[in-house]
Nanobody, 125 residues
Framework: QVQLVESGGGLVQAGGSLRLSCAASGRTFSNYAMGWFRQAPGKERESVAAISWSGGITYYEDSVKGRFTISRDNARNSVYLQMNSLKPEDTAVYYC??????????????????WGQGTQVTVSS
């Protein structure tokens, strides 16, 4: 089992920044690739970014590329999402997730084995 706890969400004006953190406990964190997803009211959960177990490979959706940065610190069992130039359309509950498998698509929520409870990000215009 891996337990994931997100933090760092909040209310920010458009153009502002937030840094989300996800702390992991349980099994060896470095064995898992990590992803960030988000879900806006009335919409399906969507992928945002992902990072390989070593941190050497990162993926981003086009909607956040150049504005968001995913990183991890395996010594601290944590993954981060730095969000800059935030837009009102970034408003959502953000979730971190862990996957043991290296196959499949990083975008597919079904590929992830463990999920956090989510943290709310609200961007005002």
């Amino acid at each position: 089992q891996v337990q994931l706890v997100e933090s760092g969400g909040g209310l920010v004006q458009a153009g502002g920044s937030l840094r989300l953190s996800c702390a992991a406990s349980g099994r060896t964190f470095s064995n898992y690739a990590m992803g960030w997803f988000r879900q806006a009211p009335g919409k399906e959960r969507e992928s945002v970014a992902a990072i390989s177990w070593s941190g050497g490979i990162t993926y981003y959706e086009d909607s956040v590329k150049g504005r968001f940065t995913i990183s991890r610190d395996n010594a601290r069992n944590s993954v981060y999402l730095q969000m800059n130039s935030l837009k009102p359309e970034d408003t959502a509950v953000y979730y971190c997730a862990a996957r043991r498998s290296s196959g499949g698509s990083w975008r597919a929520s079904g590929e992830y084995d463990y999920w956090g409870q989510g943290t709310q990000v609200t961007v005002s215009s």
